[in-house]
């Protein structure tokens, strides 16, 4: 089996090579199907993330939780202790750039209690369809949901990304969260709940 950093070299190249309009169309069927979802009909209150460099555009999907008058929140990094916060996002809060020039809300002050979340969605750069999730290697989400109480199964994390991140496997570790879904361009997809961290 390929190691983590040959998968995310290889799924990097495939991402950097997609073209500007289908990233536009895939972007906006992602989001289309997603609010058919249970997941999405069902939450109140949804994280997601702002895309950087060639993640997944998520601003189709940010603007249906706002239409859907459901509370959207964005992470925001805490570099000591490399854990993320979430913290509520209404349309035109001012956003600036944290250390590694990601785009997160300059207001901290309406930060939520992970716990209280109904779902995640978060970016990758690869998955495989027993929900393992490849990131970019920082650990950010996987140690966020560690140190929380928070329920598997219960609450959703979500990956979004193109149907071409899907990966023949993905090495598992100890750490790692696995996904409970993956919203793509082309369809939605359920995962066994495998454990409950």
Request: aromatic share 12%; with cysteine.
């Amino acid at each position: 089996m390929p190691t983590k950093w040959k998968l995310r070299q290889y799924f990097r190249q495939i991402l950097q090579h997609i073209p500007h309009v289908y990233r536009e169309q895939s972007a906006q069927k992602a989001a289309h199907i997603f609010v058919q979802q249970p997941e999405f009909q069902h939450s109140q209150t949804i994280a997601i993330y702002l895309a950087y460099r060639d993640e997944f555009d998520s601003a189709p999907l940010i603007e249906q939780i706002w239409r859907a008058k459901k509370r959207c929140y964005l992470p925001i990094l805490d570099a000591d202790q490399k854990i993320l916060s979430f913290v509520e996002y209404a349309y035109g809060d001012p956003l600036q750039r944290n250390q590694f020039k990601i785009l997160e809300p300059r207001n901290r002050d309406q930060i939520i209690d992970i716990n209280r979340l109904d779902c995640i969605i978060a970016p990758l750069i690869a998955f495989d369809l027993t929900g393992n999730r490849l990131g970019t290697g920082g650990g950010y989400y996987d140690r966020t949901l560690a140190k929380s109480s928070w329920q598997k199964g219960s609450n959703k994390i979500i990956g979004l990304g193109f149907a071409a991140q899907c990966a023949e496997q993905i090495p598992n570790d100890p750490w790692d969260i696995s996904l409970d879904a993956v919203i793509t361009e082309q369809k939605f997809v359920r995962f066994v709940v495998k454990d409950a961290k």
